[in-house]
Protein backbone atom coordinates (compact mmCIF):
# COMPACT_ATOMS: atom_id res chain seq x y z
CA UNK A 1 0.00 0.00 0.00
CA UNK A 2 1.55 3.36 -0.70
CA UNK A 3 1.02 6.37 1.26
CA UNK A 4 1.39 4.22 4.53
CA UNK A 5 4.28 6.11 6.03
CA UNK A 6 4.81 5.51 9.56
CA UNK A 7 3.95 8.22 12.21
CA UNK A 8 5.46 8.61 15.20
CA UNK A 9 3.21 9.54 18.43
CA UNK A 10 3.86 13.24 19.41
CA UNK A 11 5.18 13.47 23.09
CA UNK A 12 2.92 16.96 23.36
CA UNK A 13 4.89 19.64 25.24
CA UNK A 14 6.87 22.52 23.61
CA UNK A 15 10.03 21.20 21.68
CA UNK A 16 13.28 21.05 22.91
CA UNK A 17 15.13 24.76 22.22
CA UNK A 18 18.38 23.32 21.50
CA UNK A 19 20.99 25.89 20.09
CA UNK A 20 19.08 28.67 20.90
CA UNK A 21 18.87 27.93 24.57
CA UNK A 22 20.75 30.74 26.64
CA UNK A 23 23.03 29.02 28.75
CA UNK A 24 26.01 31.80 29.55
CA UNK A 25 25.71 34.72 31.92
CA UNK A 26 27.32 37.84 31.89
CA UNK A 27 26.85 40.44 34.65
CA UNK A 28 27.96 43.76 35.12
CA UNK A 29 27.43 46.05 37.87
CA UNK A 30 25.81 49.54 37.70
CA UNK A 31 24.83 52.35 40.84
CA UNK A 32 21.64 53.61 41.47
CA UNK A 33 20.85 56.24 39.07
CA UNK A 34 22.37 54.08 36.22
CA UNK A 35 19.90 51.25 37.15
CA UNK A 36 17.13 53.76 37.41
CA UNK A 37 17.65 55.03 34.24
CA UNK A 38 17.96 51.15 32.60
CA UNK A 39 14.57 50.27 33.99
CA UNK A 40 12.89 53.42 32.70
CA UNK A 41 14.30 52.73 29.13
CA UNK A 42 13.90 49.04 29.36
CA UNK A 43 9.39 50.14 30.17
CA UNK A 44 10.03 52.88 27.85
CA UNK A 45 10.53 50.09 24.96
CA UNK A 46 8.41 47.49 26.46
CA UNK A 47 10.86 44.77 27.24
CA UNK A 48 12.11 43.30 30.43
CA UNK A 49 15.39 44.67 31.68
CA UNK A 50 17.24 41.62 31.26
CA UNK A 51 15.61 41.90 27.32
CA UNK A 52 16.53 45.14 27.07
CA UNK A 53 19.78 44.50 28.57
CA UNK A 54 20.72 41.72 26.38
CA UNK A 55 19.75 43.18 22.55
CA UNK A 56 21.30 46.41 23.31
CA UNK A 57 24.24 44.81 23.91
CA UNK A 58 24.22 42.59 21.16
CA UNK A 59 22.84 44.79 18.56
CA UNK A 60 23.69 48.14 19.99
CA UNK A 61 20.10 49.25 19.53
CA UNK A 62 16.13 48.42 19.97
CA UNK A 63 13.87 47.97 17.64
CA UNK A 64 10.70 50.78 17.81
CA UNK A 65 7.65 49.58 20.02
CA UNK A 66 4.57 50.44 17.72
CA UNK A 67 1.95 51.25 20.61
CA UNK A 68 -1.86 52.09 20.56
CA UNK A 69 -0.80 55.37 20.70
CA UNK A 70 1.52 55.99 17.94
CA UNK A 71 -0.04 53.83 15.63
CA UNK A 72 -3.16 56.20 15.78
CA UNK A 73 -0.58 59.86 15.94
CA UNK A 74 1.02 58.28 12.51
CA UNK A 75 -3.15 57.60 11.18
CA UNK A 76 -3.56 61.05 12.11
CA UNK A 77 -0.64 62.15 10.50
CA UNK A 78 -1.04 60.18 6.85
CA UNK A 79 -4.49 61.49 6.87
CA UNK A 80 -3.37 65.02 7.33
CA UNK A 81 -0.65 64.68 4.74
CA UNK A 82 -2.93 63.34 2.48
CA UNK A 83 -5.07 66.55 3.08
CA UNK A 84 -2.21 68.82 2.23
CA UNK A 85 -1.77 66.99 -0.63
CA UNK A 86 -5.03 67.66 -2.11
CA UNK A 87 -4.63 71.26 -0.67
CA UNK A 88 -1.48 71.72 -2.56
CA UNK A 89 -3.19 69.89 -6.14
CA UNK A 90 -6.04 72.22 -5.75
CA UNK A 91 -3.85 75.46 -5.39
CA UNK A 92 -2.15 74.34 -8.67
CA UNK A 93 -5.81 73.92 -10.06
CA UNK A 94 -7.44 76.78 -9.06
CA UNK A 95 -5.20 78.93 -7.78
CA UNK A 96 -4.37 80.49 -3.77
CA UNK A 97 -7.03 82.68 -3.57
CA UNK A 98 -9.65 80.04 -3.30
CA UNK A 99 -8.09 77.66 -0.92
CA UNK A 100 -7.04 80.34 1.87
CA UNK A 101 -10.38 79.21 3.83
CA UNK A 102 -9.93 75.97 3.56
CA UNK A 103 -5.96 75.56 4.41
CA UNK A 104 -6.99 77.37 7.31
CA UNK A 105 -9.54 74.86 8.45
CA UNK A 106 -6.97 72.36 7.63
CA UNK A 107 -4.27 74.26 10.22
CA UNK A 108 -6.50 73.94 12.54
CA UNK A 109 -7.17 70.90 12.33
CA UNK A 110 -3.21 70.36 12.44
CA UNK A 111 -3.12 72.53 15.78
CA UNK A 112 -5.68 70.57 17.24
CA UNK A 113 -3.79 66.94 16.81
CA UNK A 114 -0.56 68.37 18.23
CA UNK A 115 -1.91 69.59 21.06
CA UNK A 116 -3.50 66.12 21.91
CA UNK A 117 -0.32 64.17 21.20
CA UNK A 118 1.50 67.57 22.75
CA UNK A 119 4.04 67.83 20.24
Avoid: C, W
Avoid at 32 to 44: C, F, H, I, P, W
Avoid at 65 to 71: K, L, P, R, S
Avoid at 85 to 98: C, M, P, S, V
Amino acid sequence: MEGTEKRTKSKGGRPKLGTAKKTERVTFNVNAKQYEGLVKKAESAGLSLPDYARDMTTNGFIKAIHTVEAQAQRVDFIRLSNNLNQLTRQAHIQGLKNLVARFGNAMDEIDLILKKYKV
